[in-house]
């Protein structure tokens, strides 16, 4: 008499799932041709739309317009050297290093503010209304008194980004340091933990996560704040671009530079992704 064994069949349920789910290969595959897809149903209603008549090519050009603009402000034409004699990488690289310098320094500020703010109650009911109030306002309401007060040269846009970026990092930071379980903070402090200890080794750790969202934030915000920063005295610089180009209804270049900011915002929201992912790996996980 055999022995019966009941794992010598397959399962079908289990049979059926493993088969029905797409393989790795496919999976990555339409990763990326569902975007690549998105883009090419993009271009063709574009093209459609500007060859229908709807409106003239000043308000809506084509995009084989919008590639000659492109080339044009990235190369030297006709003894002319991109855009106001400085090409497209160069007006971005420009910006960049603006975004870079201000949101480094709201997003600094921001971080200190929340641990403090979450850990101290009487410092965060000081301060938490006026950074509600500072990231209520569009950033134009104030840019006009940074001009006033700092004159037209650089130090107004990196204040505006920084001012910009700090209030997303600051509200994040406190609510995640805020909601730090208490029994985590009483356990630390049990075996033997300074205040310190449990800031660095409890607190931190476990309020980095919504942390780092709040940086993505921040600089999302910086960027859209970018054109503004840039409008008075703003070349070079890819904002600045856009606006000299909308002041003489260059509609190809400005669409050059929208889409110069908007691809290179979704470039450093990726690399930020990725450092959520090396910084904080067990997010989602547990």
Same mark, same amino acid.
């Given at each position: 008499?055999?022995?019966?064994?009941?794992?010598?069949?397959?399962?079908?349920?289990?049979?059926?799932?493993?088969?029905?789910?797409?393989?790795?290969?496919?999976?990555?595959?339409?990763?990326?041709?569902?975007?690549?897809?998105?883009?090419?149903?993009?271009?063709?209603?574009?093209?459609?739309? *500007? =060859?229908?008549?709807?409106?003239? /090519?000043?308000?809506?050009?084509?995009?084989?317009?919008? !590639? %000659?603009?492109?080339? @044009? $402000?990235?190369?030297?034409?006709?003894?002319?050297?991109?855009?106001?004699?400085?090409?497209?990488?160069?007006?971005?690289?420009?910006?960049?290093?603006?975004?870079?310098?201000?949101?480094?320094?709201?997003?600094?500020?921001?971080?200190?503010?929340?641990?403090?703010?979450?850990?101290?109650?009487?410092?965060?009911?000081?301060?938490?209304?006026?950074?509600?109030?500072?990231?209520?306002?569009?950033?134009?309401?104030?840019?006009?008194?940074?001009?006033?007060?700092?004159?037209?040269?650089?130090?107004?846009?990196?204040?505006?980004?920084?001012?910009?970026?700090?209030?997303?990092?600051?509200?994040?930071?406190?609510?995640?340091?805020? *909601? =730090?379980?208490?029994?985590?903070? /009483?356990?630390?402090?049990?075996?033997?933990?300074?205040? !310190? %200890?449990?800031?660095? @080794? $409890?607190?931190?750790?476990?309020?980095?996560?919504?942390?780092?969202?709040?940086?993505?934030?921040?600089?999302?915000?910086?960027?859209?704040?970018?054109?503004?920063?840039?409008?008075?005295?703003?070349?070079?610089?890819?904002?600045?671009?856009?606006?000299?180009?909308?002041?003489?209804?260059?509609?190809?270049?400005?669409?050059?530079?929208?889409?110069?900011?908007?691809?290179?915002?979704?470039?450093?929201?990726?690399?930020?992704?990725?450092?959520?992912?090396?910084?904080?790996?067990?997010?989602?996980?547990?």
């Amino acid at each position: 008499m055999s022995a019966t064994r009941p794992w010598s069949k397959a399962d079908p349920s289990t049979t059926a799932a493993n088969s029905a789910a797409p393989s790795p290969a496919w999976a990555r595959l339409r990763h990326f041709a569902l975007p690549f897809g998105s883009l090419l149903l993009f271009l063709a209603l574009w093209q459609l739309l *500007a =060859v229908s008549g709807t409106w003239s /090519e000043t308000l809506v050009p084509p995009p084989a317009k919008v !590639w %000659d603009a492109f080339l @044009d $402000v990235s190369t030297t034409h006709d003894g002319v050297r991109g855009y106001n004699g400085t090409t497209l990488i160069e007006h971005l690289g420009i910006s960049l290093r603006r975004i870079a310098l201000g949101a480094g320094i709201g997003i600094a500020l921001g971080v200190l503010f929340g641990l403090v703010m979450g850990t101290v109650g009487w410092v965060r009911s000081l301060f938490e209304p006026w950074i509600t109030f500072l990231r209520t306002l569009p950033p134009l309401a104030y840019f006009s008194l940074l001009i006033i007060w700092l004159g037209i040269n650089e130090e107004p846009k990196i204040t505006l980004l920084a001012v910009a970026a700090f209030p997303p990092v600051a509200v994040s930071t406190t609510t995640a340091v805020s *909601a =730090v379980p208490q029994s985590l903070i /009483e356990a630390a402090r049990a075996l033997g933990g300074s205040r !310190w %200890d449990v800031v660095r @080794d $409890v607190v931190v750790p476990s309020a980095l996560p919504e942390t780092l969202t709040g940086v993505r934030l921040a600089v999302g915000v910086a960027y859209s704040s970018l054109v503004a920063a840039e409008l008075v005295n703003g070349l070079p610089g890819i904002g600045g671009m856009v606006k000299d180009a909308a002041n003489y209804n260059n509609t190809p270049v400005v669409l050059v530079g929208i889409i110069a900011i908007g691809v290179s915002g979704l470039f450093i929201d990726g690399l930020l992704l990725r450092l959520e992912r090396a910084v904080v790996p067990w997010r989602g996980r547990a």
